[in-house]
C-alpha cells in the first residue's frame, strides 16, 4: 500500500520502498532535516515528479492517503490527480477534496485517509472533477 502525503506543499509518495516528489515545493525544504539527500533543482515544468534518496529512515507525514497504485504509476498518477500544468505546483484545492470531501474540518485531518479510489476513478470523470475545483470563481 502506497503512502501519499504533503512536504513543502510537494506531494511526498512513498511506494514499494522508493520515495517520489511530485509537483514543485511551494516553500523551502531543508531535505536533509527531513531524511533526504537534497534533489538539487527541482522544476516540475520540465519534471514533474522526481525520485528521493533518503539517507535514514523516513517517514510520510499525516495526514496521508493511503493507494493501490504502486512505483512510477503512482507518481505519474498523482501528476495527472493533483499538478497544475501551468505552473507545476500541486493544488490544495484538489488535494482537500481528496482529504476532506465534506469540508468538515478547518484543519487538515490527521492520520490515514482511504484513497484507493482515486486510482481506479477514470480519468476521463476526474478531468470533470479537476476542471470543475480549478475553475475560478
Request: include cysteine.
Amino acid at each position: 500500500m502506497a503512502l501519499v502525503g504533503r512536504l513543502a506543499g510537494a506531494i511526498l509518495a512513498e511506494t514499494e520502498g522508493q520515495f517520489f516528489l511530485v509537483g514543485n515545493p511551494k516553500e523551502p525544504c531543508d531535505f536533509a532535516a527531513v531524511g533526504f539527500d537534497p534533489p538539487g533543482v527541482i522544476d516540475a515544468m520540465e519534471r514533474p515528479f522526481i525520485r528521493l534518496s533518503p539517507r535514514r529512515l523516513v517517514q510520510v507525514p499525516q495526514p496521508y492517503v493511503t493507494m493501490t497504485v504502486e512505483g512510477d504509476a503512482l507518481a505519474r498518477l498523482l501528476v495527472d490527480r493533483f499538478v497544475i500544468q501551468r505552473n507545476g505546483s500541486v493544488s490544495d484545492r484538489l488535494w482537500r477534496l481528496v482529504t476532506d470531501p465534506m469540508q468538515e474540518n478547518r484543519m487538515a485531518p490527521a492520520g490515514n485517509i482511504d484513497a484507493r479510489w482515486l486510482g481506479e476513478i477514470p480519468a476521463e470523470i476526474w478531468h470533470i472533477v479537476r476542471e470543475t475545483v480549478l475553475k475560478c470563481t
